[in-house]
């Protein structure tokens, strides 16, 4: 050692230090290669089945029935009150399947999440059971069982409960009882994984300071198990808006939705840019709302955040 690193030790140090400074530096930069290298197969399948799907969408929304660049079909859509009427049933539709599966969906959860573990698996069986058969073959059941002459008319006719047949298929109602069986495991899955998550003390701790079963519910339990409330709700909105096959079949016609609208005109009009131009409405409707939604109800806060309230 120099007299010189004798009198000024922290200078050899920091002579030290940089070297080993651009070494951690260069080991990070090929450590980061070697993660993006072991990812880049997934980031090209996603690139390749939704980016580019999502970017050929756009681009033949712009071409013109000659071929040519135009805005001719987003005219089109905004002149028609029949393409307005089909966004409002679309988005009505999606509203009121996801109002009812909250409606039903969160009891269900609740009762599930109180019981046994045993039990608990047992009944979850039943409401994954939808999973295990054709989406196609749970509509046409309900079609039987909702048709003038079907089961559910006729126990009804047999118990006194109506006179005469009445009408449950080919409309609304019919569109909304099978999209609610659909899409109902969809919501109870995260609402139940949200609530055994939830701590059982913080309820026992309400109980004892006081609060009454109705209270420590609605003041504890419940926030707790937003998340997964909003996180299903989200799921099932959003899936709801490309609904095809049981609008078609239990609408009957009289319900059409966006999805049934691109389909007629690819179909009957052989229209790629119309069908293009509805499916990026409705993308950029659906993204606009859940933006709306997270701004309006503090999303963020709510999913990301739910854990937080628990430490003040």
């Not at 230090?17 to 450590?31: F, S």
Request: include cysteine; hydrophobic fraction near 55%.
């Amino acid at each position: 050692m120099s007299v010189a690193d004798i009198l000024h030790p922290g200078a050899a140090a920091a002579g030290d230090a940089a070297p080993n400074a651009d070494g951690l530096k260069a080991d990070a930069a090929l450590e980061r290669m070697k993660l993006f290298g072991l990812c880049s197969p997934a980031l090209l399948l996603v690139v390749v089945t939704m980016v580019l799907p999502v970017v050929w969408l756009f681009y033949l929304s712009f071409l013109s029935d000659e071929g040519t660049f135009s805005l001719e079909h987003y005219e089109r859509l905004t002149a028609s009150k029949a393409y307005a009427r089909i966004f409002w049933t679309t988005f009505k539709v999606s509203i009121l399947t996801t109002i009812i599966c909250v409606a039903i969906g969160y009891p269900l959860a609740y009762f599930l999440a109180q019981l046994p573990k045993r039990a608990a698996a047992l009944c979850m069986i039943t409401v994954l059971l939808p999973f295990w058969t054709s989406l196609l073959v749970r509509t046409y059941a309900w079609l039987v069982l909702l048709q003038r002459k079907g089961l559910v008319n006729t126990w009804a006719i047999e118990l006194g409960l109506w006179d005469e047949p009445i009408k449950i298929v080919h409309n609304l109602n019919g569109t909304l009882i099978g999209m609610v069986h659909i899409m109902l495991p969809f919501l109870v899955l995260p609402v139940y994984g949200s609530m055994k998550a939830i701590d059982t003390d913080f309820v026992k701790a309400a109980s004892n300071l006081g609060a009454s079963p109705v209270k420590a519910f609605w003041k504890v339990f419940f926030p707790l198990s937003l998340p997964g409330l909003f996180a299903g709700a989200l799921i099932v909105f959003v899936l709801c808006l490309g609904f095809f096959v049981t609008p078609a079949v239990l609408g009957g016609g009289r319900v059409i939705m966006v999805s049934m609208s691109i389909t007629d005109t690819i179909e009957l009009f052989f229209n790629w840019g119309a069908a293009s131009a509805l499916g990026v409405v409705l993308l950029v409707m659906t993204l606009g709302t859940l933006f709306l939604a997270s701004r309006l109800l503090n999303l963020d806060k709510i999913l990301g955040g739910g854990g937080g309230g628990g430490g003040h």
